[in-house]
């Protein structure tokens, strides 16, 4: 079973910075694509940011521009630097590894932006 742990959540001031982590222990980490997502309160879960294994990265209309997500693959990590966060970038921020047929989801890590 792979094992996938978000770190680096936390409460910051609208517009100051955090970056999260992604630790996965999948043995075809450098093959797979991953995926940033989050939920807010009373909403459904949004995808935020996806790197794919060449590299090449998506990101939501709300983040571009403000997130970026990178990986280390040597360390088997997957990152998400948040600058000029918003009130509304509030929500449980979760990571997923697409590992075909599978998807292996962390359990979450909170993130929260005070005015």
């Known amino acids: 079973q792979v094992q996938v742990v978000e770190s680096g959540g936390g409460l910051v001031q609208a517009g100051g910075s955090l970056r999260l982590s992604c630790v996965s222990s999948?043995?075809?980490?450098?093959?797979?694509?991953i995926g940033w997502f989050r939920q807010a309160p009373g909403k459904q879960r949004e995808s935020v940011a996806l790197?794919?294994?060449?590299?090449?990265?998506n990101y939501a209309d709300a983040v571009k521009g403000r997130f970026t997500i990178s990986r280390d693959n040597a360390k088997k990590t997957v990152y998400l630097q948040m600058n000029s966060l918003k009130i509304e970038d509030t929500a449980v921020y979760y990571c997923?590894?697409?590992?075909?047929?599978?998807?292996?989801w962390g359990q979450g890590t909170q993130v929260t932006v005070s005015s």
């Open positions: 999948g043995r075809r980490f450098s093959s797979n694509g």
């Open positions: 997923v590894i697409y590992d075909p047929p599978e998807e292996h």
């Open positions: 790197i794919y294994s060449s590299g090449s990265t």
